[in-house]
């Protein structure tokens, strides 16, 4: 089963910073899973939410800072600031994938042409239709995973219509079983969000899931 570190681990390490990817790729995992939205000057950098609040010393809103004020914050006491996406495809090791969640629409276009420039493997996920949409037109040889955590979303079919390669859908997915088979027949890989409990990684492997993407290295 495919181990996806959700954003490096980050039970074990600062969220997605340079130094989460350093230990999921010295801890096991396949593949790190990070977020990305735009920041004021314009580069794609690697942040979960909206704002810089939780976990910097700083405060503001991503969108309203620039990528020198963004790299001076220091992220969950690591000493280290918010990075830029081309900076973590600089880092990254061959042995490591990454997973690269768009947080937004209006990111996922130039977020899919880094990554169809980057030389390792890569894939691009969203909850949002419309950056799998943009993805798919500015670099459609960047593999693609449709995001969801409800059933209401169409989760195959809706894999199917943005031709994405995997569906990714939250682990308490009911019906799950039934997914697993219909994603396979239409030669759509899934990898569940987000477990920390060894129990339900067993569970989801009796039921085919393909990749499990955990806060924690020791899941598996
Ligand atoms: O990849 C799954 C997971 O990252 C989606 O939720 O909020 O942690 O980005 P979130
Ligand atoms: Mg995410």
Known sequence: ????????????????????????????????????????????VVHHDETVDRVTDGSGR??????AELAGLDVLGSGE???????VLESVP???ALNVECKEVGVAAEAAELLAGHDGDAMLSSFDRDALAEAGDAAPSVPTAFLTDSLRN???????????DYVHPHYFLPLLSKLVP????????V???TVR???????????????IVSDRSDVL
Do not use: K, Q
């Open 62 to 67: 991503v969108a309203d800072l620039t990528r």
């Open 197 to 211: 409990s060894p129990s339900i990684v067993r569970l989801l492997g009796l039921r085919g899931v393909d990749g």
């Open 191 to 193: 990898n569940v969000w």
């Open 1 to 44: 089963m495919r181990l996806i570190a959700h954003r490096g681990f980050a039970d074990e390490a600062p969220e997605n910073t340079l130094a989460a990817l350093e230990h999921a790729a010295s801890s096991g995992a396949d593949v790190m899973e990070l977020d990305v939205r735009r920041c004021a000057s314009g580069e794609v």
């Open 94 to 96: 061959d042995s490591l």
């Open 182 to 189: 219909r994603a396979h027949d239409a030669g759509i890989e």
């Open 81 to 87: 600031g918010v990075p830029t996406l081309a900076a």
């Open 154 to 164: 169409r989760p195959v079919s809706t894999a199917v219509e943005f031709d994405c």
